[in-house]
DNA sequence: ACCTATTGATTACTATTACTCATGGATAGC
DNA sequence: GCTATCCATGAGTAATAGTAATCAATAGGT
């Protein structure tokens, strides 16, 4: 049978790279590791280590157990800490996917209250995810996502929770900046900054840039909102973001925010979730807060 | 530590709804299954079932744990019977490397029925190598290379599984088309196109030009035989090619193929594979496969 | 080309653990 | 109220996973 043990094992040596270093992290001896990995490659009929002088590598199968073990360990022990919090009466913690980078500021707004609400349950964002945002659901790696994209799969479901207008931050001192729109063309020769997304996940190229043919005069990826509009604000460039999150800024920096194209450009986010943890509470009351937040 | 065998446990008993009924099935006595719930319950320091008359009944905690069992338990032993295929040689990807590209059209004609034979390996194939072919085989890169040149190194062993001759195609209009054979010379005054290759493991090279100190007008490198051969087609350049992979173009261009010196360049290709996989069972038929197809 | 330190494998022994057997108390159903 | 069946428990045993000590192989420095 292959055990908990087994997929530990795997993951540790293959962190370590050695069978000694990972006997140390799993508190047991070297031996004990031998033995283990050796009748296990018995029980299973196949190898799953190659030794190679000194040094183990794993096979086809080994790599296998290595997926395997990276998915379901940490399933595993998140399963611990949450019966431990049962057991010590607390509701559990929270898991909340962000695949929508200024939706920080918004979510911060909602968790704020919500930890005031639920003084037993923890809350913890991730941003960076393997197989994606509904990978991540899926995965029960985490149990709430934040999203532009809703995806309607089997056993998920989505709920917007607010719309709002995705527009341009320019510096206020830009000619952009005090016109009704800006058009696709005037990006020509302004420098866009964004955050580091695949450039198909940027509603400024999806929906404005690539449909008239444009590409801005350079592209630079930031990392945070701060930085990003520190950037805007001393001329080295433009960004897209929400109307609501630029309009805040527009009060502490010589910014300004303008609509992209003359429709203008309309976003929406959800929250997702799996349907089977629709028995949950405290998951509940969040959807419900963040609806209200509106 | 939350064990494989506690979730299978719990997902029996949920299943017969008495211990006693879960226990035959999971061939122990009742009295095992009592001790191990009642470790798990002191470790988890939470109760997982709640004890009424003789019956029980799942907690909330239990439910969870329930709901973690259905979801790892299938992948559980998924993974092991894909890791008994891949024990058999049933299942598994075989990962070939080539070496030899003209011989791509080639190898199709053997993966095609491969893949039909069986269903449960892929096959995924590989050109560039960063240290050549051999080296791929033996760093476990590749499981077997397709290469014109056998390397016989401890634990690997090479097999030839087709002979050709290799050609100089020119177009059918120019005055080296009509002769029984070309001479090295006669290229000084010719373009060479090639794959991008090293000229050293190019026979055109090796086996022609060189032992007769002869260079040709110029040397271009082209990515795909297709192109090569328009190129070819349209005057501007001769390129050295398998007669068979020669003559299926003859058909569709004008262009020729014309023998390589008074002897003929003759060539042969093999397949490498580390001996110690010699009890894939996949493998040893895409040999057989391969030898056959000739 | 040789040491040396370190690797994984192996053997023999030990401690732990998981299990069985036997039995007891509790309860649902006839 | 009787009986069959449920789960719990204690004591003893078999299986297993662990350790310590040692060996053989090898990567890497000198």
Redo the contacts with the bound molecule.
């Keep these: 049978m292959l055990e908990r043990?087994h997929l530990a094992i795997i993951q540790a040596?293959d962190n370590h790279g050695?069978?000694?270093?990972a006997a140390k992290q799993l508190?047991?001896?070297?031996?004990?590791l031998?033995?283990?990995?050796?009748?296990l490659e018995d029980k299973l009929g196949t190898a799953v280590?190659l030794?190679?002088?000194?040094?183990?590598r794993l096979t086809q199968a080994g790599l296998y157990l290595l997926n395997l073990a990276n998915r379901l360990l940490p399933q595993l022990s998140h399963a611990e800490s949450k019966l431990k919090q049962m057991a010590h009466g607390e509701r559990g913690t929270l898991r909340i996917g962000m695949e929508c980078h200024p939706c920080y500021q918004w979510l911060l707004r909602v968790v704020s209250p919500f930890l005031a609400g639920w003084p037993d349950v923890d809350v913890d964002v991730k941003q960076k995810f393997q197989f994606g945002g509904v990978g991540a659901l899926l995965g029960y790696e985490i149990d709430l996502l934040v999203t532009p994209d809703p995806f309607y799969a089997a056993g998920l479901c989505f709920e917007p929770v607010f719309d709002y207008e995705q527009v341009l931050v320019v510096p206020r001192k830009s000619e952009l900046a005090g016109r009704q729109y800006v058009k696709a063309e005037s990006l020509r020769d302004h420098i866009l900054l964004t955050y580091p997304v695949a450039p198909d996940r940027l509603d400024i190229y999806t929906q404005f840039l690539n449909p008239a043919g444009v590409v801005p005069k350079r592209h630079k990826t930031i990392e945070t909102t701060d930085i990003m509009l520190q950037m805007v604000a001393s001329g080295r460039g433009v960004a897209a973001l929400p109307r609501w999150l630029a309009e805040e800024y527009c009060k502490k920096l010589p910014i300004s925010a303008v609509q992209l194209g003359r429709a203008g450009i309309a976003k929406q986010i959800f929250l997702g979730a799996r349907t089977s943890d629709n028995n949950i509470e405290y998951l509940r009351a969040f959807i419900a807060l963040a609806k209200k937040q509106l």
């Design positions: 043990t040596v050695t069978l000694t270093a508190c047991v001896t070297q031996s004990a031998s033995h283990t990995i050796r009748k280590w030794r190679e002088g000194r040094n183990i």
